[in-house]
């Protein structure tokens, strides 16, 4: 099956400044998402992009699904970015509702 | 929000015992979805559901079964925990198709001793 590998996975940033967090996929995808669990752990949806660009007030993503990567990039970060940012992809050889996860970025955030 | 509950949200039980979770979706979604997240692993699914009564295994799915009898109930049963079955295990749905985003409930963190 597919390989979904995330980096970095610590971060660690001040109040106010830009991160951009990767994750690599293994083979060509039709399904690719980003999650944040936030510290109490609960999960959110922040894109579906399986290629191209989207963005979500400070929150972008873009997808190379021809490169196999997809980037997330956060300005501006809060105290309340902090938690951990997962990326799943399903291969394309699947049915579309099989997403293998990355074992995440966890993301401190401080005031 | 995405209206998905889930029940327990937190349950102790022993080695042997039988364990049923509940998962309840009020937004109509077709798809559903059990996962369950350990340190190390991330979240794995365990298995699916893309309607009533069609139901299918995902990557981690031995010692589990489910059912789904209505659109909006997504039932996971360990027949007889076993204490590598401690985790945190995650329910979700998406429209109504695998391309879909997919939205999470709030988890339930269950041990078996």
């Known amino acids: 099956g597919i390989q979904v590998e995330q980096s970095p996975p610590d971060l660690i940033l001040q109040e106010g400044a830009n991160s951009t967090l990767r994750c690599n996929f293994s083979d060509s995808v039709n399904n690719l998402q980003w999650f944040h669990q936030n510290p109490w752990g609960q999960l959110i949806n922040l894109f579906y992009i399986p290629s191209g660009t989207k963005q979500n007030g400070r929150l972008s993503a873009t997808t190379v699904a021809t490169e196999r990567y997809s980037l997330l990039y956060i300005s501006s970060s809060q105290t309340t970015d902090s938690g951990v940012y997962f990326c799943?992809?399903?291969?394309?050889?699947?049915?579309?509702?099989?997403?293998?996860f990355g074992e995440g970025t966890q993301l401190t955030v401080n005031p | 929000d995405a209206g998905i509950t889930q029940s327990p949200r937190h349950k102790v039980t022993e080695t042997g015992t039988p364990v049923t979770l509940r998962c309840h979706q009020t937004?109509?979604?077709?798809?559903m979805y059990w996962y369950r997240q350990d340190p190390g692993h991330g979240l794995r699914l365990i298995h699916y559901?893309?309607?009533?009564?069609?139901?299918d295994k995902g990557e981690v799915s031995d010692g589990y079964s489910v059912s789904r009898s209505k659109t909006e109930d997504f039932l996971l049963t360990l027949e007889s925990a076993t204490s590598s079955q401690t985790s945190v295990y995650f329910c979700?749905?998406?429209?109504?198709?695998?391309?879909?985003?997919?939205?999470f409930g709030d988890g339930t963190r269950l041990s078996i001793l």
């Open positions: 559901s893309y309607g009533v009564k069609d139901t």
């Open positions: 979700a749905i998406s429209r109504d198709k695998g391309y879909q985003p997919q939205h």
């Open positions: 799943a992809a399903e291969g394309r050889e699947t049915s579309g509702s099989r997403l293998t």
């Open positions: 937004e109509n979604h077709r798809y």
